[in-house]
Structures are given as C-alpha cells and as structure tokens.
Antibody, heavy 119, light 108 residues
Framework: EVQLVESGGDLVEPGGSLRLSCAASGFTFINAWMSWVRQAPGKGPEWIGRIAGTTDGGAVDYAAPVKGRFIISRDDSKNTWHLQMNSLTTEDTAFYYC??????????WGQGTLVTVSS | EIVLTQSPGTLSLSPGERATVSCRASQSVRSNHLAWYQQAPGQAPRLLIYSISTRASGIADRFSGSGSGTDFTLTISRLEPEDFGVYYCQQYGTVPYTFGQGTKLEIK
C-alpha cells in the first residue's frame, strides 16, 4: 500500500524559508514521479511542481508562481522527497501535499502539512 | 496552461438523485490523463476516478467518469448522504498540471 507522510509545516515570517519532506513507502521509490500540490484555505488545489523518477532522469518542473523560489529534490537512499521554499509570501499559506501516480492505482496523496506565512 | 472549467458551480440535489458534473478543458487532454476528486471539509482530496473512467480502489460503482478530448463528465448515479462535498477535476497530461475550480454538491 502506498503511504506518503509530509512533515515540516510551520509558521514562518514573510521572506523566510522552510523545507518540507515527504516520506514514502509501499512502492519502488527510485522509479516514482512525484508532484507537490498545495491548497490555500477556502481555495481549490494548485499543482506547484514535480520531479521525475531517477530512472527517468530526475528532471524537475515548476508552476509559474513558485519558479525560482521553490526547489524540489529527492533522496533515494531515504525514500524521501523534499520541497525547499524560499522568499515566502502570505500567498504561499496553504496545506502542502505530496502526491504520486501509478497506472495501476491512480493518484495517491499524503495527509498534508500546513504552512502559514505571517508576521 | 490548460484551463479546466467545471459546471455547474453549485449543484443542489437530494439523496437518491443523479448528479452530473462537467469539466471542459481549454485544449485537448493528453493520454486520457483526467482525474476526479471528492473533498470533504477539513480533509485531503480523495481520488475517485483517473484515466477518465477508471475507478480508484474502494470507490463505489455509482461513480463513473466519461468523455474525451476536451469534454469530461463525472456522474453519480444515486446520491448517498456521504457524497455531498466539493468535486474537482484535474488534468495531468500536460505541465503545468491543473485543476478545475470545483463544484459544490449540496443537499437540497
């Protein structure tokens, strides 16, 4: 069974940085592609970026609102993905979810971690 | 960027009725990569359908998905009380992946 567990959410001041992690189990991690999705309070989900499986080259794509500020990475030795968030603004306040897709079971989501950007 | 437009914005129905939610894409969705989610208050979105019409594990057969190209539909054949909430479509065939704005299904 696919399990995704996010951690690292916190209250941070505008202009600050935060690093989220997503621990994965239940599948072959090195092959897996992963996307980060966020959802601001009262809003719909928003895709913010993805990282390819290491066996597919590990390329990364970002959504326009976070490009140049956020960095997605992976640690295959720990079955963990990371989201480094820099230059945070109040617009980045949201629940952040890691998600992964399988052709046999579709999209799996973690439970989410809350990031609050406020002074 | 592919824009997904859902209709209606709000659907007011009674248990036992049939619900139909539409999702229209601004350009063709590649490789049938279209999913539907249900979200209850305070919870993460729950996957219902992927690849346009494949039900996720544990999803009741009253949920079905259909469509192709730019027009997609989620149908709930007979509403149960636990089906009320917000529904989203998502395309994951083209980066950036995008979501519809949501359809709120409320009890009439």
């Amino acid at each position: 069974e696919v399990q995704l567990v996010e951690s690292g959410g916190d209250l941070v001041e505008p202009g600050g940085s935060l690093r989220l992690s997503c621990a994965a189990s239940g599948f072959t991690f090195i092959n897996a592609w992963m996307s980060w999705v966020r959802q601001a309070p009262g809003k719909g989900p928003e895709w913010i970026g993805r990282i390819a499986g290491t066996t597919d080259g590990g390329a990364v794509d970002y959504a326009a609102p976070v490009k140049g500020r956020f960095i997605i990475s992976r640690d295959d030795s720990k079955n963990t993905w990371h989201l480094q968030m820099n230059s945070l603004t109040t617009e980045d306040t949201a629940f952040y979810y890691c998600t992964t897709f399988s052709y046999t079971s579709g999209w799996s989501w973690g439970q989410g971690t809350l990031v609050t950007v406020s002074s | 960027e592919i824009v997904l437009t859902q209709s209606p914005g709000t659907l007011s129905l009674s248990p036992g009725e049939r619900a139909t939610v539409s999702c229209r894409a601004s350009q063709s969705v590649r490789s049938n990569h279209l999913a539907w989610y249900q979200q209850a208050p305070g919870q993460a979105p729950r996957l219902l359908i992927y690849s346009i019409s494949t039900r996720a594990s544990g999803i009741a057969d009253r949920f079905s998905g259909s469509g192709s190209g730019t027009d997609f539909t989620l149908t709930i054949s007979r509403l149960e009380p636990e089906d009320f909430g917000v529904y989203y479509c998502q395309q994951y065939g083209t980066v950036p992946y995008t979501f519809g704005q949501g359809t709120k299904l409320e009890i009439k």
